[in-house]
């Protein structure tokens, strides 16, 4: 017999077959198990049924708990936020405007009394050179520009005397300079924008042939005719490139028109020279 059954025997726990399981012996057991030997089957009372599977306890509800309040409305979440389009980061601040650049013939570098020295001293003496330029008739003249290699800075002023390099003669202001002389008067600016600067119509003598600029003559008692500083602005007016030659040629040089005059204004003209002079 084997050593497993002797132990359980002398452990007590087989128990007698009863008669029936005589008449029986040739059938095989359910509980037969290939893989012993005839003389190893497990008995009955040796089968231990697998402990009971306790069921698993329901999982309890979640219940979401309210969120706790907030002082600040801004931190509080929004429920929508997925669905909104992603806030766009705000823009770049726009650089700063240059300052602007006007002529002031009151005081400063400027004045009836300024000089070459003071030009430099006002704006660096590496940005004014004395150099020769042309007039508007071709003739040649002297004069100390300002910011020559910069188109949009540049300033020409002449001098009462050269060899001195001092009394201001005139300031001009023409080509892409960005300065502007009193009352806000710049290059660009068209003829009806001037007749309000000047708070009333002004005279001019027309356009000069192939393409000249008509010259403004008189302010006719305007604003721009009682400046307090003792200098004066003249103005030049080109044509709209554009403008027919007919049109040109009925605002000709040989005559003075209001700068109301329909002649006049067919051409639109807008500033093309000023020159700010004592």
């Known amino acids: 017999m084997n050593h497993r059954l ?22 095989t057991p359910h509980y037969y198990s290939p893989t012993l030997r005839d003389d190893e089957q497990i008995m009955p009372s040796q089968v231990v049924a697998p402990p009971p599977v306790k069921p698993k306890p329901a999982p309890k509800p979640v219940v979401a708990k309210p969120p706790p309040p907030v002082d600040d409305p801004s931190l509080v979440e929004d429920p929508d936020a997925a669905a909104k ?10 650089k700063p405007a240059e300052p602007a650049r006007a002529v002031a013939c009151s005081a400063g570098a400027f004045a009836k ?6 030009l430099a001293q006002a704006y660096g003496v590496h940005n004014v ?25 540049r300033l020409e002023v002449l001098w009462d005397d050269d060899a001195q390099r001092a009394g201001t003669r005139m300031i001009v202001i023409e080509g892409q300079s960005t300065w502007a002389a009193q009352k806000g008067v710049r290059l660009g600016l068209p003829l009806a924008a001037l007749e309000k600067l000047n708070g009333k119509p002004f005279k001019l003598v027309g356009f000069e042939k192939d393409g000249g600029m008509a010259v403004v003559s ?11 500083d003792g200098c004066k602005i003249g103005v030049q007016f080109k044509p709209d490139p554009k403008a027919p030659p007919t ?21 639109k003209p807008v500033i093309g020279e000023i020159i700010v002079a004592y």
């Open 129 to 153: 050179d004395f150099a020769q330029v042309t007039g508007d008739d071709g003739s040649a003249m002297m004069a100390s520009v300002l910011f020559p290699n910069d188109p949009k800075r």
């Open 85 to 94: 389009p992603a806030a766009l980061k705000p823009a770049a601040p726009p």
């Open 218 to 228: 008189d302010w006719n008692g305007g604003a721009l005719s009682l400046l307090t």
């Open 247 to 267: 049109t040109l040629s009925a605002a000709g040089s040989d005559k003075e028109f209001a700068s109301s005059d329909p002649a006049i204004r067919a051409a």
């Open 6 to 27: 002797l132990g359980l025997l002398a452990a007590g726990v087989v128990v007698a077959l009863p008669a029936a399981a005589s008449a029986q012996a040739n059938r």
């Open 113 to 118: 009394r300024s000089d070459h020295l003071k």
